[in-house]
């Protein structure tokens, strides 16, 4: 496209909501074959809510949350924030955490009133010998629903499950037909379960799922979609997107999501709205071929 071309493109992109930074991201755009979209606060709203509380046999469901926020006070995860301001709306006193230490893509482990707490997925919990049967039925209605199993240990015993869920962005579904219908294929990457995961994208549309993926393994599986030949636009929000994002052929952030995302991206969209993946790839396609 000609410097002219690409001026008029990323000006009417702007108008839309739409930062694009250089021609080379709308050269690139129109190159897209396969969308990849993370699931956290990109295809969700990425402000959970606790939803439900079950509690291990003898445990008590206000205190198996008190020391849940205690140990997600420091955490800067939305289901961590989500656990603390639903203790915080029950009013429960939630003690200071003497030790705090996040475990990217997994949990938080803290000491919390001389308990250990341990708060996370399965994985986080099993690793340090917590048995998590007890509660694998609650836990899969959880998932079935949508939701996030979030365990908590208390002295290496399994003392609930805290259910925590996040709702679709209102056009997401919308944004992934019109992807298809582009010709594009389409997929979810997330660290979530991937029951939850799952249902999540079959709300939106997607039929592609890679799930459980640990942070530090996104980037490496966008560059494995890319070796298989797909010129990969990766859509995403966190500090855990950010590799990823700077590995796809194009990076689009979600405005509304972290610094660290935006910087690492060719594209924000500024108010969060999907549809602006749509927009972008349609304008680069028109840019390019009116040149032509
Ligand atoms: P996502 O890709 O969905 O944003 P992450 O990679 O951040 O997920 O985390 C993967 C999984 O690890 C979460 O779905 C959750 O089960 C667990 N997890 C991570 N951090 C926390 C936390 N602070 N509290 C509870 N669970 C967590
Ligand atoms: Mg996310």
Known sequence: ATPTAIMVGTGKAAELGILISGGDALEQARRITTVVLDKTGTLTRGRPDVTVVHPADGVDADRLLAYAAAAEIGSEHPLGE???????ARDLAVPAADS???????????????RRVLIGNPALLRR?????????????????????????????????????????RPEAAEAVAQLRALGLDVWMLTGDNRVTAEVVAREVGIEQVIAEVRPEEKAGRVAALRERGAVVAMVGDGINDAPALAGA????????????????????????????????????????????
């Open 82 to 88: 989500a656990i603390v301001r639903h203790a915080r």
């Open 100 to 114: 705090f230490a996040a475990v990217p893509g997994h949990g938080v482990e803290a000491e919390v009133a001389g």
């Open 128 to 168: 340090h010998g917590v048995d998590v049967a007890p509660l694998s039925g609650a836990a899969a209605e959880v998932a079935a629903r949508g939701g996030t199993p979030v365990h908590v240990a208390l002295d290496g015993r399994l003392a609930g499950v805290v259910g925590v869920a996040d709702t679709v």
């Open 249 to 292: 052929d194009l990076g689009i952030a979600i405005g509304t999501g972290t610094d660290v995302a935006i910087a690492a991206s060719d594209i924000t969209l500024v108010g969060g709205d999907l549809r602006g993946i749509v927009s972008a790839i349609a304008l680069s396609r028109r840019t390019v071929t009116t040149i032509k």
